[in-house]
């Protein structure tokens, strides 16, 4: 029973940083991709950021490209997002997920998400 936990929110003014946690617990961390995604209010989701199971390889959109970094460490099962230079577009709800593929199928976990708030 894979669970993920987000912590790390909170409230910033624009141009200020955070830094965001996902403990993860119940699978096998170092074996699957990891992602964070937001979702705005009143929007939909919006992926930001992933990277691979070795930490080795990311992505990320272009609209946080240069402000936010993905980071890993598997020793400690979790994942981080760093979040730099904030904007106010960039309150939402954040969540991480972790997916594997066996076979044809993809298996997914998410966690509830943790409350990010730029604002003057």
Do not use: H
């Amino acid at each position: 029973q894979g669970q993920l936990v987000e912590s790390g929110g909170g409230l910033v003014q624009p141009g200020g940083s955070l830094r965001l946690s996902c403990a993860a617990s119940g699978f096998t961390f170092s074996k699957y991709w990891m992602s964070w995604v937001r979702q705005a209010p009143g929007e939909g989701l919006e992926w930001v950021s992933s990277i691979g199971s070795d930490g080795r390889t990311t992505y990320s959109t272009d609209s946080v490209k240069g402000r936010f970094t993905i980071s890993r460490d598997n020793a400690a099962n979790t994942l981080y997002l760093q979040l730099n230079s904030l904007k106010s577009e960039d309150t939402a709800v954040y969540y991480c997920n972790a997916v594997t593929k066996v076979g044809s199928r993809y298996f997914r976990y998410w966690g509830q998400g943790t409350q990010v708030t730029v604002s003057s």
